[in-house]
């Protein structure tokens, strides 16, 4: 007998334009103070923030931007955007963009109020209390940091990718609105779409999954592997960019209640090494994830390769799962996603500390299969290779 909990408290508002119509639905949620307006260069330079700001100011609201972030935000960023929270007598964090955007977001409403570093709230060392609300509004289709209780800071200092977990740190709103996610170009289209299906893959087979998180799983991979390759073509295709936003959530709730695995820990080193976006590493890894994985579970996986339909109800456990590897190959490739080795800075000789990096994410007892340091080690090597 199964013994399981999931909890979700996000409201959520999807649909065209309801970005601004944000000042509508804060009452609801008890925002009524200043708000720090959290985002990226990339989004204000798109003019994705300016509608939303001046909403939130003709409603009454004052409102502070921060946008010193990096695409894989760091603990320093955080603590100077906590200060900014401080000083200028915020209450509320509206995060616009993407997961950068959004995990920065979480932090500052952590630190902001309760002071100290993002390193201070691992393994219990400072309590997630006093956590300022968080309205999110996703900017590409990706993350799922809309609906998580997740945010995963770098550690400027170490490298190290710090994960932050906590019901407390689920956003009390989120708004999607597909319009947004017209201007994302073709490459973070891609990586950010992959990033989703990681999601649901992993929500769906890790160690801390629970029924819930499956069903939510199954639809995500099937509605991401049917819409990611229209909005990838075709950017302006309203219909697969809000397909994508729903796979994206689907996928957010997924594993915003069990948890993501060794693609994720591989990716994580990569990207807190070599600042690699973070879709991409997650990407790079897949298939030769699954392929080790699949030694765990035959059955398990032969139900991800029907759910996205790169093998038929009638194909035996075996070549559904043979299928599952070389679909998923192809399919990355399909969306122009780089090997490996033709990523900027990648080094063989880095590969212990990566493999360390990896061993050391608290994700990896949640892999389907227990890995090790040498498993990493092999993983990354076929990686590297291409090969199997």
Not at 41 to 51: D, F, S, T, Y
Not at 69 to 92: I, K, M, V, W
Not at 187 to 198: I, Q, R, S
């Amino acid at each position: 007998m199964e013994n399981y909990n999931y909890f979700c408290n996000t409201r959520i508002e999807m649909g065209p334009d309801k970005s601004k119509q944000l000042p509508v639905f804060l009452p609801a949620i008890g925002v009524d103070t200043p708000i720090l307006l959290v985002s990226d260069p990339g989004v204000i330079k798109a003019g994705l923030i300016e509608p939303i700001q001046t909403a939130l100011e003709e409603a009454g609201y004052a409102v502070h931007l921060f946008d010193a972030l990096s695409q894989n935000p760091r603990d320093t960023e955080c603590q100077t955007g906590a200060e900014l929270f401080r000083t200028s007598g915020a209450g509320a964090v509206v995060a616009v963009g993407g997961g950068s955007a959004m995990d920065t977001g979480k932090a500052i409403a952590l630190l902001g109020p309760n002071g100290g570093t993002p390193a201070d709230y691992i393994d219990g060392g400072k309590s997630y209390t006093n956590v300022a609300p968080v309205i999110c509004i996703p900017t590409t289709a990706g993350t799922g940091s809309e609906v998580t209780r997740s945010a995963v800071i770098t550690e400027s200092a170490t490298h190290r990718k710090l994960t932050l977990k906590d019901a407390a740190l689920r956003p009390s709103l989120a708004v999607l609105d597909p319009l947004l996610t017209l201007t994302v170009p073709k490459a973070v289209t891609a990586a950010t779409g992959v990033d989703a299906l990681v999601h649901a893959i992993e929500g769906y087979t890790s160690k801390a999954t629970n029924p819930i998180s499956q069903a939510l799983g199954a639809r995500a991979m099937s509605v991401i592997v049917e819409a990611l390759p229209d909005a990838f073509y075709d950017g302006k295709d309203e219909q697969a960019r809000a397909r994508m936003l729903e796979g994206s959530l689907l996928a957010g709730l997924c594993f915003g209640s069990s948890d993501v695995a060794a693609v994720h820990c591989l990716a994580e080193a990569l990207g807190g090494l070599y600042d690699t976006p973070h879709g991409v590493a997650n990407a790079v890894f897949l298939p030769y994830v699954l392929q080790f994985n699949a030694g765990e579970d035959l059955e398990l996986h032969a139900r991800l390769a029907r759910y996205m339909e790169f093998a038929r109800e009638t194909d035996p456990d075996h070549a559904a799962v043979d299928k599952l590897v070389t679909g998923i190959r192809g399919f990355t490739r399909d969306l122009e996603i780089p090997r490996l080795k033709d990523l900027p800075n990648v080094r063989k000789e880095d590969f212990p500390q990566i493999v360390e990096l990896a061993v050391q994410n608290n994700s990896t007892p949640s892999n389907v299969r227990s890995i090790s340091a040498e498993d990493y080690l092999a993983i990354l090597e076929h990686a590297y290779e291409d090969s199997f």
